[in-house]
């Protein structure tokens, strides 16, 4: 089975602070993605990254950065300078290399920046 | 392009009466999905669909039918509402690619069962 854990519930921080998000998987598959997703207060969910299972190079895109790790099934979300708008609902999510690419997602993480 | 548009966007039932949520993708994706969110539990599976004439059972099934009669839509129904499907629902729909994979969500619809 796979699982997705996001064991922040909710994170607070002051702007322009640094906050990092932590994302850990559970699979079975030996090829697998993972996924952030963000859903701000308008209640859509944007697709923020992908990564694949044979890649972990980090990532950094902006104020946004990316760490993964194979070793402890880990996938971290930093954001740097963090910025009101950055306050929203984060979720990881992950996909193995079999079935219909159906995303096991966690249970997410309310980040609130406040100014 | 419109994307995935669900409609309604809010709807309100009493127990036991019959609803269906159409979910329309104009992106032609071969993969379309329905997923429920509640706090604390994030996004979970409800069905999902491979492509036209052909649907699956997810993670949390139970009271809830879908249908997959053409490749844009992907229909949600709840037979006898119960106010444990109180929740908001997303419907999503992908690219048949394992390079990519990524969900593309609707705005989702709120649906509060008394």
């Known amino acids: 089975a796979q699982k997705v854990t996001q064991a922040q519930t909710e994170i607070s921080v002051v702007e322009k602070e640094d906050v990092t998000l932590d994302c850990v998987y559970e699979t079975r598959d030996t090829t697998y993605y993972l996924f952030w997703y963000k859903q701000p207060p308008s209640g859509e969910l944007v697709f923020l990254i992908r990564?694949?299972?044979?890649?972990?190079q980090n990532e950094i895109s902006g104020r946004y950065s990316w760490n993964f790790q194979k070793s402890t099934s880990s996938f971290n979300f930093t954001i740097t300078a963090s910025q009101v708008v950055d306050s929203a609902v984060y979720f990881c999510a992950l996909r193995g290399n079999r079935g219909a690419q159906k995303l096991v997602f966690g249970q997410g993480t309310r980040l609130t920046i406040n100014p | 392009n419109a994307g995935v548009t669900q409609t309604p966007k809010f709807r309100v039932l009493k127990t036991g009466q019959s609803m269906t949520l159409l979910c329309a993708q104009d992106m032609n994706h071969e993969y379309m999905y329905w997923y429920r969110q509640d706090p604390g539990m994030g996004l979970r599976l409800i069905h999902y669909?491979?492509?036209?004439?052909?649907?699956a059972k997810g993670e949390v099934p139970d009271g809830y039918n879908v249908s997959r009669l053409k490749k844009q839509n992907f229909l949600l129904g709840l037979e006898s509402a119960a106010p444990s499907q109180t929740s908001v629902y997303f419907c999503?729909?992908?690219?048949?690619?394992?390079?990519?994979?990524?969900?593309?969500f609707g705005e989702g619809s709120r649906l509060t069962v008394l």
């Open positions: 999503a729909s992908s690219y048949v690619s394992w390079r990519t994979g990524e969900l593309f």
């Open positions: 669909s491979v492509g036209e004439g052909t649907t």
């Open positions: 990564r694949n299972s044979f890649d972990e």
